[in-house]
């Protein structure tokens, strides 16, 4: 039973990186600008809160999915994220990358990124709520623990394959840092409209 509900964990959590997002496009980020031994600091460090972050969420998942506002909570806060995150990346695209980094600013980058992880959240209360619902998983502290453990490895395998692929196609097409920056700041922006018309569209055509 620890095992399949370790299993769960890997794939769960690998499937909820693979769509477009703050943490995989910023690894790819990373990985073009900064090469991919930073990208993997970020990841580990990334990694190692996801364990706590998805035990969190999975522990309180009842209570986190009784709470009315919560979903207009997290809509603004991705707005409110990707917003910054567009301005911080857009304001950066001329800068030329440097020769080296420290492997503390992207183990630190890594962990703030994995406390401010709103995007995870309604995933987990999907997902979260159907496992305990359904009996996959029970929520003692055991089985909560093997399956976050399994949730940090599962978001680390699918963000080491989205810095293979970003370092792939850095050699292959030899991009530019300018166009990356550029790029990934306007998805930022993108994402952070998406949430605006959501709230607009929920709040005032909806009713």
């Known amino acids: 039973m620890l095992f399949l509900t370790f299993v769960l964990g890997i794939l769960l959590n690998s499937i909820g990186y693979i769509p477009p997002g703050n943490i995989n496009l910023t690894v790819v980020q990373i990985t073009i600008n900064r090469g991919i031994r930073q990208a993997l600091y970020f990841i580990g460090a990334f990694a190692a809160v996801e364990v706590l972050f998805t035990f969190a969420v999975m522990r309180f998942v009842q209570w986190l ?109 030899d991009l530019s840092s300018y166009i990356v920056n550029k790029s990934i700041a306007i998805l930022f922006f993108a994402l952070s409209a998406y949430h605006i018309c959501k709230i607009v569209y929920v709040h005032f055509i909806k009713v």
Do not use: C
């Open 65 to 173: 999915s009784s709470t009315m506002n919560l979903s207009n909570i997290i809509d603004v806060a991705m707005v409110i994220m990707f917003g910054v995150l567009g301005i911080i990346t857009w304001r950066s695209r001329k800068e030329m990358p440097k020769a080296d980094y420290s492997e503390k600013d992207s183990i630190r980058y890594g962990m703030l990124l994995g406390v401010l992880n709103p995007m995870q959240i309604p995933y987990w209360l999907f997902v979260g709520t159907y496992l305990i619902s359904h009996e996959w998983i029970d929520i003692g502290y055991l089985s909560l623990s093997v399956f976050s453990v399994g949730s940090g490895i599962g978001a680390a395998l699918a963000l080491y394959g989205f810095a293979r692929f970003a370092k792939y196609i850095k050699e292959k097409f």
